[in-house]
């Protein structure tokens, strides 16, 4: 059977979406997904995202890993599903859509070549402080560290200690380096999933900021990952919640075709 999907990309954060209001594909599918989402047998991304029938919402976004596996909420995919929704048209400048860590509202600001999507993610609460880390859950279980530079720093290898460290090893988190440079802050992310160093990882951006935060007392940052640029807002209630947060950025068409499954 063929299918049509599109391929898109939020700050180098690649993802393989597909129209699934008809139920072509059962989210149990997990090694088709996984051949999807292979880089040389398959069409290539970091994840795969499903558009699905929600009642009482615009649609539904399923999200997996590059494995296969169902996995929990993803910022930049988030960010890119939007733009599938407005490119289908099943939306306008705005919308409410249901995941798996809940409701979340998107604005949509169509630039021609990209679409630039700001992302309402979920409250934050019971963040752990560490001598010179953070532990949150943004949608996604985030480990953030403070480095001095990200010049010659390796992520793949401290990311990958940490991940699979005795803490972590069973359920897994996603690892975020972060370093201050002028009025920005540089992130760099190895994601749980995908076992490797991603371009951005969004919610590992908006972990990353809140970290920032609560060392520098701001509640809005430019950040720079590998894929290129976002912008994260949010507002400290305490030092364990946080809440209207943001993620902006743009979401980006790459191509669209047929696979055969």
Not at 34 to 39: D, E, T, V
Not at 55 to 74: K, L, Q, T, V
Not at 103 to 108: D, F, P, Q, S, Y
Not at 166 to 180: D, K, L
Request: aromatic share 10%; proline share 1%.
């Amino acid at each position: 059977m063929q299918i049509n999907f599109s391929k898109y990309q939020g700050t180098g954060n690649d993802f393989v979406l597909i129209d699934n209001r008809n139920n072509i594909i059962l989210p149990n599918h997990k090694e088709l997904i996984a051949q999807l989402c292979h880089r040389r047998f398959g069409i290539g991304a970091d994840g795969l995202m499903l558009l699905e029938n929600a009642e009482g919402y615009d649609f539904r976004m399923r999200y997996f890993n590059s494995d296969g596996g169902e996995a929990s909420m993803c910022g930049n995919g988030g960010r890119c599903i939007v733009a599938f929704a407005y490119h289908l048209g099943i939306i306008k400048d705005k919308t409410l859509f249901i995941a798996v860590d809940g409701e979340h509202e998107a604005l949509v600001n169509d630039k021609g070549n990209h679409i630039q999507v700001s992302l309402k993610m979920i409250d934050v609460s019971g963040i752990e402080k560490g001598g010179n880390h953070y532990y949150m859950n943004t949608g996604s279980p985030h480990y953030v560290e403070f480095i001095d530079s990200h010049d010659n720093f390796d992520t793949y290898t401290n990311g990958k200690a940490i991940r699979y460290n005795e803490r972590f090893a069973q359920e897994g988190t996603n690892v975020n380096f972060v370093s201050f440079h002028n009025e920005e802050i540089q992130v760099s992310t190895y994601e749980r999933g995908v076992e490797d160093e991603t371009y951005s990882c969004g919610t590992g951006v908006v972990a990353s900021a809140i970290g920032s935060g609560f060392e520098t007392n701001k509640e809005h940052f430019k950040i720079a990952t590998k894929g290129g640029n976002l912008e994260v807002k949010f507002k400290q209630i305490d030092s364990q919640n946080i809440s209207n947060v943001w993620l902006i950025g743009p979401a980006t068409k790459v191509f669209s075709g047929t696979v055969n499954i």
